[in-house]
């Protein structure tokens, strides 16, 4: 479920990629429950950094496709500068760090 909310002054600084210029954001939480593998991708990732927010967003390239089938998703990646790409649980890397 996605809530547009205020994000305290105090904390913003942290996580300035996901709020927006008025300070809000479009906030989607997660269980455990219910999204066992995001809850652990989101726990493992603030372990790791202290953060616990990861930026979710349209997987939209500029001139390219908008992607909707698996195979969109690995061309986009194979033709662009991103450098890795998550397809279920397998994690496709660049070796040169995302050169296209």
Known sequence: ???ALPWREKVRDRVP???HADGTDRLQT???SETPW????VTAFA???G????LNTSFNIMGKPIVHEVE???AVFATTGLDALLIDDLLVCKP????A
Do not use: C, K, W
Request: proline share 4%; charged share 20%; aromatic share 4%.
């Open 1 to 3: 479920m996605s809530f």
């Open 17 to 19: 990629a996901v709020v």
């Open 30 to 32: 997660v269980n455990r």
């Open 38 to 41: 995001m809850h652990d991708l």
């Open 47 to 49: 372990e790791e950094t």
């Open 51 to 54: 953060v616990p927010v990861i």
């Open 72 to 74: 969109d998703a690995v």
């Open 96 to 99: 040169d760090g995302g050169a």
